[in-house]
């Protein structure tokens, strides 16, 4: 059943200040201090059951990369067998729950979340992800549980959209039913959100659900799972099983019973999970619904009228908090030349006063990126720019691996709008600047629509009225979140539904009701309560 009972809509979760002796920060700083100072064990979550494999991951600071906070169980093929009949035998009982019912789990856990749990969310999201006390604020607290309650809203609207006309004598409705099977759910490691929200929505709608978080964020999604168990998930609809990708192939990709992937992470893996569904497309019971959000390349687009301070806040703002590892953030930019030495003296001198290092100093802008692998990567690209004629680090361009995986907030200048780091994904604090001439401006708009491949966010930042009109027009399509005169991240749940298009993803905006449509399979009825007997026509009469 449907249901009938309204859920109210809900308000952002505030964001809490952590000013000097303020509660907050007094109980985070306790618990920061006390999982440092401790060493988990994380098992996998089957069925209910804690299980223990012996095949041990690390989870480490990324600030400080010698410091393990605790060594997590990884599944093989016997133990994701086990999460995918756990979660089919769930099935039948959890999709037969009132749908108020299911809702009012999530809704608990959003509670716990902004209440009890708030401060360890938080505390396992700065240690295990190195994200400064803000950045782990709006993400692990605000940000995840309004998922869960905005998410809750958007599936009694579902429910309530029924169709408009029922004849006389006839009654015509529809069923929201979830998908049969299971969902596999791939979540990234740059936001704690949404390791929680990607099992979670589909969940909220009756599936069940195998979860495979980022090896390097399990710390934190472990906690969320634990959140889940407390506030009344039955047994088996999630299903935490971390594991290494190559598992997933041979084992719940090649699953009968795949009905969909909710996934966040790179393009190389979403178009590799494309194509391995494709491949096993003829043994499923049905097609399976992949809902994607992956790689970026964001833009800061200015024009000559642009305010220089603005633009300098959004480009700091937009490509180096977090380290510049969010799929928004700002990695391009194109500046006309009448301010651009305004714009770069602004920036010298504001970055010069940012401080990067450990987060549990509340004083750091940028703590580090996330592992090794990252942080090669993105030194791997100031080398290539430091050989190059065609561009030049301007600002930053330091990596030191000595304790933590630091990276200094870099940008780059460019004479070639179409260099490699205008068009490739590095995900850290690069940014790269293309300097255009003032009366080139659809030229430029041209370039900044047709360099990247990917489609997911960007701002610009203009005074002009008529200005804005012509780069918003110019830019549709080339982006899913648009910003004018603000930075390309931090979107908000209820207020901008995120998601981007082209090589960016499916766009099916997760914090929206839209995504939420992707994890049902509506039947429509129509009941007839005085149905004809004679199988004849008027028509067919000939007198």
């Not at 037969?96 to 979340?113: C, G, M, N, Q, Y």
């Not at 906690?223 to 598992?247: M, R, W």
């Not at 300097?435 to 990917?454: F, M």
């Not at 082209?502 to 039947?523: C, I």
Request: with cysteine; proline share 6%.
């Amino acid at each position: 059943m449907n249901g009938t009972y309204c859920i109210a809509k809900p308000a952002n979760e505030p964001v809490f200040g952590y000013a000097p002796g303020s509660r907050e920060k007094l109980e985070l700083k306790a618990r920061l201090a006390e999982l440092s100072n401790s060493k988990l064990e994380l098992p996998l979550l089957i069925g209910g059951r804690e299980v223990r494999t012996g095949k041990l991951g690390t989870c480490v600071m990324p600030h400080d990369h010698r410091h393990v906070l605790a060594e997590y169980h990884q599944a093989g093929p016997k133990e994701l067998a086990e999460a995918t009949a756990a979660a089919l035998q769930a099935k039948a009982a959890w999709e037969s729950t009132p749908w108020e019912h299911r809702a009012a789990v999530f809704l608990k856990a959003a509670d716990l979340i902004s209440g009890p749990w708030r401060a360890t969310l938080n505390a396992a999201t700065m240690l295990g992800q190195s994200k400064t006390v803000f950045q782990a604020e709006v993400d692990a607290a605000c940000e995840l549980a309004d998922f869960m309650r905005f998410n809750a809203w958007y599936m009694g609207e579902i429910y309530r959209d029924q169709p408009p006309v029922s004849p006389t004598g006839t009654w015509n409705r529809i069923d929201y039913r979830p998908l049969e099977g299971f969902i596999l759910a791939i979540t990234p490691f740059n936001f704690t959100s949404i390791g929680g929200n990607l099992p979670s929505a589909p969940a909220m709608l009756g599936n069940t659900v195998v979860w495979k978080p980022s090896s390097t964020a399990v710390y934190s999604n472990y906690f969320i799972a634990k959140i889940l168990q407390e506030a009344g998930l039955p047994d088996g609809v999630i299903n935490f099983v971390p594991c290494q990708a190559s598992a997933l192939p041979g084992t719940v990709l090649a699953d009968e019973w795949l009905a969909g992937i909710h996934f966040t992470g790179s393009t190389e893996v979403f178009q590799t999970l494309f194509q391995q569904v494709a491949n096993n497309i003829g043994r499923y019971r049905t097609y399976p619904r992949l809902v994607g959000e992956t790689g970026g390349k964001d833009f800061i687009f200015a024009h000559r009228s642009a305010d220089v301070d603005a633009l300098a806040a959004g480009i700091i703002r937009g490509a180096f908090e977090y380290q510049g590892q969010k799929c928004s953030a700002a990695s391009r930019g194109y500046v006309p030349a009448s301010i651009s030495s305004a714009l770069l003296g602004k920036l010298r001198t504001e970055i010069a006063s940012m401080k990067v290092g450990d987060v549990e100093d509340f004083t750091n802008f940028m703590g580090a990126v996330i592992d090794r692998k990252s942080f090669d990567n993105i030194r791997s690209y100031l080398a290539f720019v430091q050989d190059s004629p065609d561009a030049k680090i301007v600002i930053g361009g330091g990596c030191d691996d000595t304790e933590g995986y630091f990276v200094q907030p870099t940008v780059v200048v460019t004479t070639d709008p179409k260099f490699r780091t205008m068009q490739e994904e590095i995900f850290g604090p690069v940014m790269t600047l293309y300097v255009y001439p003032d009366e080139k401006l659809a030229e430029a708009l041209a370039l900044c629509d047709e360099t990247s491949p990917y489609g997911l966010t960007g701002a610009i930042f203009a005074g002009e009225r008529s200005a804005i009109v012509e780069m918003e027009t110019a830019l549709r399509n080339s982006v899913g979140n648009f910003y004018i005169n603000d930075k390309p991240t931090g979107a908000v749940v209820g207020q901008q539904p995120f998601g981007g298009a082209r090589k960016s993803g499916t766009n099916d905006k997760a914090g929206a009701r839209v995504n939420l449509q992707r994890w049902v399979s509506p039947r429509a009825i129509k009941e007839t309560f005085n149905p004809p007997r004679d199988w004849r026509y008027p028509f067919m009469n000939e007198a």
